[in-house]
């Protein structure tokens, strides 16, 4: 089954797309990381990546929709996937719709408040782990308990981005959600709740 995950930045989707993903034995795939990858190898693409990402803006629809559709013919979403942070707008939904067939979306729910607050205690690893500064703090001041390196902000999780990324998911990301309710595949599950609580409310809409 092909489903899409949605929620606002600090909604804890990503999370809960992992305990998805392992429990239905389908790929989580998060766009932001293949982005970031792309940006890693340094290629022409990277930088034209680079460029927007890093001034807290979206990537270009065009460029966008590309790097989903080659990365959905890869062999490993023959049974299916879990796509994070893909379709953003009514563009990128309408060309998803072109390349495959959705058959469940998970809406998570939290208010911009809590959003806000999740998001800027962030903190994140060269060596991809990451931290929370009050859930899930590093033992030594802002270092890695796993390397030992000093802990990042990325830049997209600073206050003024969280604003923009929120405006942007309200008014361009909440309708195309409207429009998957109306084909009656949408689930909204309460965000502000326990992880493993949210997870078996989601688990729930798959047990049916
Ligand atoms: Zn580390």
Redesign the pocket.
Known sequence: MNILIFGAQGSGKGTQADLLSKKLKIPHITVGDIFRLIIKEESELGKILASYLNKGRLAPNEITNRIVAERLKKSDVARGFILDGYPRNKVQADFLDGICEIGKVIEIKVSDKEAVERIKDRRM???G?TYHLKYNPPKKDVT?D??G?KLYQRDDDKPKEIKERLRIYHEETEPIIADYKKRGIVETVEGERPIQEIHLNIMKVFQK
């Open positions: 690893c060269y060596c782990r890695c796993e390397c390196k």
